[in-house]
């Protein structure tokens, strides 16, 4: 069983992760983390704001690094 220590580290590695892309190819494999990282704990359950976060943290990177190309 999965507890929220796990959740919390599985989260924060999630998102630092996205932070670190700097290419197109990079936030592609950080998507695929995003996705499983749903598909795991949506089996568990986890608060919503946790998906939402993690989708607008992956929004803000694709931008900035768009805007670096």
């Given amino acids: 069983m999965l ?3 796990q ?5 924060n590695k999630t998102i630092s ?3 670190s892309c700097r290419t ?3 936030l592609e494999g950080a998507s695929r983390m ?7 704990y949506k089996q ?6 946790i998906s939402y976060s993690l989708d607008e943290t992956l929004k ?6 768009r805007c670096q190309l």
Wanted: without cysteine; positive net charge; proline residues 3%.
């Fill in 60 to 65: 803000q990177q694709y931008i900035i690094t």
């Fill in 7 to 11: 959740l919390e580290n599985s989260y």
């Fill in 17 to 19: 992760t996205i932070k």
């Fill in 44 to 49: 568990v359950g986890y608060p919503k704001t």
């Fill in 34 to 40: 995003v996705k499983n990282f749903k598909n795991l």
């Fill in 24 to 26: 197109k190819s990079q």
């Fill in 3 to 5: 507890n929220n220590l």
